[in-house]
């Protein structure tokens, strides 16, 4: 059963941009952290980034990004749309992957410890 919504995944060239989102209809969005996972067949599941709960304090950074996206991807949430964005800026071949969403009570790269899951959305960069 598909837990978050995702779309705005596709196909584009090398160089492009995408801008895919998460969403978690009948959920408080705010209170959960969201990152985002990929995988491509034949290899483990890893992850990409991610971003803090609101509405608690924090004095650390509310974001972490995997060294290979760093620069590129950024990610973003709008608490009144419930909305998570992931927009990924000089895609390049090797980001090709199904990308996944992923909500849970804190922030980790360990995606063992994220109780809700987006049905996935594919990014295809080629030429």
């Known amino acids: 059963q598909v837990q978050l919504v995702e779309s705005g995944g596709g196909f584009v060239q090398p160089g492009g941009s995408l801008s895919p989102s998460c969403a978690a209809p009948?959920?408080?969005?705010?209170?959960?952290?969201v990152a985002w996972f990929r995988q491509v067949p034949g290899k483990e599941r890893e992850s990409v980034l991610g971003?803090?709960?609101?509405?608690?304090?924090?004095?650390?950074?509310?974001?972490w990004y995997a060294g290979s996206v760093k620069g590129r991807f950024t990610i973003s949430r709008d608490n009144a749309k419930n909305t998570v964005y992931l927009q990924m800026n000089s895609l390049k071949p090797e980001d090709t992957a199904v990308y996944y969403c992923?909500?849970?009570?804190?922030?980790?790269?360990?995606?063992?410890?994220?109780?809700?899951w987006g049905q996935g959305t594919q990014v295809t960069v080629s030429s």
């Open positions: 971003i803090k709960s609101s509405g608690i304090n924090r004095s650390r950074s509310s974001t």
């Open positions: 992923a909500a849970g009570l804190q922030l980790t790269m360990d995606g063992r410890e994220y109780a809700y």
């Open positions: 009948g959920r408080t969005f705010a209170s959960h952290a």
